[in-house]
């Protein structure tokens, strides 16, 4: 299977700070790669697909890049909406597989 | 829109059968072109993917859960089920059934999941 890390596992930030995670791919998956957000009690939601492409309806201060092994995910502005656990997803190889999830709260 | 319902017991006794359905409105299994998933979440835990059904019947599985898991669906009544065999309290977990594109693995429509806890 394709081991997924993420990091930090969580962090702290304040509204308007340019939040930044990391995801790291074992091997090599192209761009493979989705990412999620998923608030307390609820599914997780598609926010970015094939490591940089916006899903639809997903606000514009999200994104994401990289290929290969490493990617980013960023949120350019914090907003108190954006309270969440956010992971990856690679799909290059069965079984999918996810990220850790990196927890992100309000300063 | 596209809206899918988990339903089943909330609690299964060690050993026993976990069962699950997954009511699919706003659109239909049988038209194809999705694949129909069903995904985990242990408490205060990550994602695990258990597997996926296409309209036709063909399926694939996690290896990590293949000998005890079974994926079904029934077209004529809009759903898919999971069976998880041989359960044990490491089964305890919020299962969510999704909506999956083949082409880039977008988990785009998700059940608000059911959690299923195994315990005597």
């Known amino acids: ?107 | 829109q596209v809206q899918l319902q988990e339903s089943g017991p909330g609690l299964v006794k060690p050993s026993q059968t976990l069962s699950l359905t997954c009511t699919v409105s706003g659109g239909s299994i049988s038209s194809g072109g999705y694949y129909w998933s069903w995904i985990r979440q242990h408490p205060g835990k990550g994602l695990e993917w258990i597997g996926y059904i296409y309209y036709s019947g063909s399926t694939y599985y996690n290896p990590s859960l293949k000998s005890r898991v079974t994926i079904s669906v029934d077209t004529s009544k809009n759903q898919f089920s999971l069976k998880l065999s041989s359960v044990t309290a490491a089964d305890t977990a919020v299962y969510y059934c999704a909506r999956e594109t083949p082409l880039n693995s977008r988990f785009d429509y998700w059940g608000q999941g059911t959690l299923v806890t195994v315990s005597s």
């Open chain 1, 1 to 107: 299977d394709i081991q997924m890390t993420q990091s930090p596992s969580s962090l702290s930030a304040s509204v308007g700070d340019r939040v930044t995670i990391t995801c790291q791919a074992s091997q090599d998956i192209s761009n493979y790669l989705n990412w999620y957000q998923q608030k307390p009690g609820k599914a997780p939601k598609l926010l970015i697909y094939d490591a940089s492409n916006l899903e639809t309806g997903v606000p514009s201060r999200f994104s994401g890049s990289g290929s290969g092994t490493d990617f980013t995910f960023t949120i350019s502005s914090l907003q108190p909406e954006d309270i969440a656990t956010y992971y990856c997803q690679q799909y290059d190889n069965l079984p999918k597989t996810f990220g850790p999830g990196t927890k992100v709260d309000i300063k």
